[in-house]
């Protein structure tokens, strides 16, 4: 199954527009119920489409015989660590 070739805006609309006609026939308890059942759909596809995608750049990264992170990705992690250093000798000075 492949999702029409449409506009994100016209997808977008199509959400709120179902989402709208569903409100006239369900009562509360049935529109929560099933917006809840919903977001577990949403949750599920994110889910599974994130891990596809790290699977895969793992599998590129190893078919390059490169680190996963690759150059930019290291630079990266190590300035969140300097950042997080930072955030920690800042925490450890104001406790004092």
């Keep these: 199954m492949s ?5 994100a805006k016209t ?3 199509s959400a709120v527009i179902v989402g709208y006609l569903l409100i006239d ?6 529109q929560n119920a099933l917006g ?3 977001m577990l759909v949403a ?3 994110c889910t599974n489409a994130f891990y596809r995608q790290v699977q895969q750049e793992r599998m590129e990264g190893y078919d390059n015989n490169s680190n996963v992170y690759g150059e930019n990705g290291i630079e990266m992690l190590e300035k969140m ?13 104001n406790t004092k």
């Design 11 to 13: 997808f977008s609309i």
């Design 3 to 7: 999702l029409p070739n449409v506009s």
């Design 81 to 93: 660590i300097r950042a997080l250093q930072k955030e920690v000798d800042d925490l450890k000075k």
């Design 36 to 38: 809840n059942w919903l």
């Design 25 to 30: 026939d369900l009562t509360a308890n049935e």
């Design 43 to 45: 949750q599920v596809l």
